[in-house]
């Protein structure tokens, strides 16, 4: 078992988006499939740039606010209690956020 709280939780930069901190909640390695389990907390201006996964899947679970990706190329936003799975190949980014928007990612690879 691996109980963890957001207090605890290491903060480090995002991957695209160095500006972003993530709150790891389950690291690489924990478990099988998932590369990582953050937490993000997001607000006016922050973005990440478009890329893409070969061999990933990114879920992104809005728990606060608003989000607004861009998915190859047709505008999502994310808002509070919903979900966006973002595919192997498929070109996304983060084009902003709404002031406090909160978020949990999952990386898994296929």
Known sequence: ????????????????????????????????????????ELNPGDTAVSHEHDDAYEVFFALKGRIDFVVDGDPVPLVEGSCLVVEPG?????????????????????
């Open 1 to 40: 078992m691996k109980l963890v709280s957001l207090d605890e939780a290491l903060s480090i930069p995002g991957t695209h988006s160095p500006q972003l901190k993530k709150q790891v909640l389950v690291e690489k390695g924990t478990l099988p499939h998932i590369t990582t389990l953050s937490h993000v």
């Open 90 to 110: 498929e070109v996304h980014s983060i084009k902003d956020a709404a002031k406090g928007s909160r978020m949990l990612y999952f990386l898994l690879v296929k």
